[in-house]
């Protein structure tokens, strides 16, 4: 149906993107440094940026890759350091896309329980003293994708400890950072880390706009050489124009203001979202995140989330369903992404929403 009101993808809708300072970005890019900017440039990505980014994150350019979007850093760095049969722990549940490309790698794929203050750390260790060492840890920790959850102060530092003494990398992915509209910032495991047991992506997608597939990674000097000649044999450099836009838009200050457009606009959209759904589907449990793009909903045992699927797409909503982020269970859960959806159309997407539920849990009732 036409009027279609989406909660599936998580991206800015276009009335808080910045598109004036964009197009300002883009002009000082052309102007400033149109040789950079037209270049084929190297794998390491567009110089100014790096550095930029490497002033950010207080570390060396050496240990800094700028890529296509930060999928494309993810792909690079499972390539690089997970062969087939290596065991990866990732959140229960996870990003889809992670769960794919990591099962194209042929990994042993073992997922640990995602609390509401992040991954349960206690099982994770026990998976560890049960003979299960992991190649790497995958971790989400702020505003997780899809649950929302942010990582405690507290399990950072556990996560390091671990990571330390049974010589496993932590993957710190980490988009989302910047999007807190409540509660209080916490450090990067990157900032925390003393054994150089982290690395550290995150991308300009979410603070500036998707289209522009800037994402970077972080880690130790060595591991990035080797992943810039990887990048090198795939694609000779990243998108050159686009980063350099991306640092025009940083440098000038226009990111800050951007991520507080952003910020302003999601607060707003969670607090209704919270009463949406507490007036029309109060069946609903979910913790309300401090920053991000998601909502992570539980509906009650028994509900199925395919069937509900259905329903809603009928009623002209849309959302993904809880199982595309697990390898078994979550059939009655399902993501919520409101940071597409303008404040005046969650009540409305909502109310279709619950009454999708209705009709799928009489329909259940009666058989």
Same mark, same amino acid.
């Given at each position: 149906m036409a009027d279609t009101i989406s909660f599936a993808r998580g991206a800015p809708s276009l009335d808080i993107v910045d598109v004036d300072g964009l197009r300002d970005a883009a002009t000082r890019a052309f102007t400033n440094d149109p040789g950079g900017a037209t270049a084929y440039g190297t794998s390491i990505g567009y110089v100014p940026l790096r550095r930029w980014i490497a002033e950010q994150h207080a570390v060396d350019e050496a240990n800094v890759l700028v890529t296509n979007g930060s999928m494309q850093a993810d792909a690079f760095l499972f390539e690089t350091v997970v062969a087939e049969g290596d065991a990866v722990v990732v959140e229960k549940p996870t990003y889809d896309r992670t769960l794919l490309n990591l099962r194209s790698h042929g990994a042993a794929v073992r997922m640990v329980e995602l609390e509401t203050d992040g991954i349960d750390v206690a099982e994770l260790r026990d998976l560890i003293e049960g003979g299960v060492?992991?190649?790497?840890?995958?971790?989400?920790?702020?505003?997780?994708?899809?649950?929302?959850?942010?990582?405690?102060?507290?399990?950072?530092?556990?996560? /390091?400890?671990?990571?330390?003494?049974?010589?496993?990398?932590?993957?710190?992915?980490?988009?989302?950072?910047?999007?807190?509209?409540?509660? =209080?910032?916490?450090?990067?495991?990157?900032?925390?880390?003393?054994?150089?047991?982290?690395?550290?992506?995150?991308? %300009?997608?979410?603070?500036?706009?998707?289209?522009?597939?800037?994402?970077?990674?972080?880690?130790?000097?060595?591991?990035?050489?080797?992943?810039?000649?990887?990048?090198?044999?795939?694609?000779?450099?990243?998108?050159?124009?686009?980063?350099?836009?991306?640092? =025009?838009f940083c440098a000038s200050g226009a990111i800050d203001r951007s991520i507080a457009t952003v910020k302003a606009a999601l607060a =707003?959209?969670?607090?209704?979202?919270?009463?949406?759904?507490?007036?029309? /589907?109060?069946?609903?449990?979910?913790?309300?995140?401090?920053?991000?793009?998601?909502?992570?909903?539980?509906?009650?045992?028994?509900?199925?989330?395919?069937?509900?699927?259905?329903?809603?797409?009928?009623?002209?909503?849309? %959302?993904?369903?809880?199982?595309? %982020? /697990?390898?078994?269970?979550? =059939?009655?859960?399902?993501?919520?992404?409101?940071?597409?959806?303008?404040?005046?159309?969650?009540?409305?997407?909502?109310?279709?929403?619950?009454?999708?539920?209705?009709?799928?849990?009489g329909a259940a009732a009666a058989a």
């Open positions: 060492t992991p190649k790497l840890a995958h971790v989400i920790p702020n505003f997780q994708n899809p649950a929302g959850y942010t990582l405690s102060q507290a399990k950072r530092g556990e996560l /390091l400890t671990l990571a330390a003494q049974h010589g496993f990398m932590i993957f710190e992915d980490d988009p989302y950072k910047h999007i807190r509209f409540s509660g =209080e910032d916490l450090p990067t495991m990157l900032s925390m880390d003393e054994h150089d047991s982290v690395v550290y992506a995150s991308s %300009f997608s979410k603070t500036v706009c998707p289209g522009i597939r800037v994402g970077y990674l972080v880690g130790p000097a060595e591991l990035i050489a080797k992943i810039a000649k990887l990048a090198t044999n795939t694609y000779i450099s990243p998108n050159m124009v686009a980063q350099a836009i991306v640092y =025009e =707003e959209r969670v607090a209704t979202l919270d009463a949406a759904l507490k007036e029309h /589907l109060p069946e609903a449990r979910y913790t309300l995140p401090e920053g991000g793009y998601f909502m992570w909903v539980e509906l009650p045992e028994g509900t199925d989330v395919a069937a509900l699927f259905g329903a809603a797409a009928e009623r002209g909503v849309q %959302f993904v369903k809880g199982t595309d %982020f /697990l390898l078994e269970g979550g =059939e009655n859960t399902l993501r919520l992404a409101y940071s597409g959806v303008t404040n005046d159309r969650i009540d409305e997407g909502i109310r279709r929403l619950a009454d999708a539920y209705r009709s799928v849990a």
